[in-house]
């Protein structure tokens, strides 16, 4: 089995920052681009970031200047680092991945979800 937990959210201040972190487990063989997702109450889920194995990124024009995706390939583990969060950046984010078991087979595998809330 693999699956993805993903932990770091909480309550802050406008302007405040949280770094995100998701962790893939099990028998993994290899994880190709990892990403973030976030929805909030009456909106469609939408992607905030990617990051391929090699590193390359793409952030949602939303977050870009504010938000950071990165990972650690040893740890099969992503980051958001989140700063001069907004209120609108409030939401329940989900890391996502398709996880190789072997070389020729993935497995579609989304993170239970952390939940960030932005408000004075």
């Known amino acids: 089995q693999v699956q993805l937990v993903e932990s770091g959210g909480g309550l802050v201040q406008p302007g405040g920052s949280l770094r995100l972190s998701c962790a893939a487990s099990?028998?993994?063989?290899?994880?190709?681009?990892m990403n973030w997702y976030r929805q909030s109450p009456g909106k469609q889920r939408e992607l905030v970031a990617g990051?391929?194995?090699?590193?390359?990124?793409n952030h949602a024009d939303s977050v870009k200047g504010r938000f950071t995706i990165s990972r650690d390939n040893a740890k099969n583990t992503v980051y958001l680092q989140m700063n001069s969060l907004k209120p609108e950046d409030t939401a329940v984010y989900y890391c996502?991945?398709?996880?190789?078991?072997?070389?020729?087979?993935?497995?579609?595998?989304w993170g239970q979800g952390t939940q960030v809330t932005v408000s004075s």
């Open positions: 996502n991945a398709d996880i190789y078991v072997v070389a020729k087979l993935y497995v579609e595998t």
């Open positions: 099990g028998s993994i063989f290899s994880i190709n681009a």
């Open positions: 990051i391929t194995s090699d590193g390359r990124t």
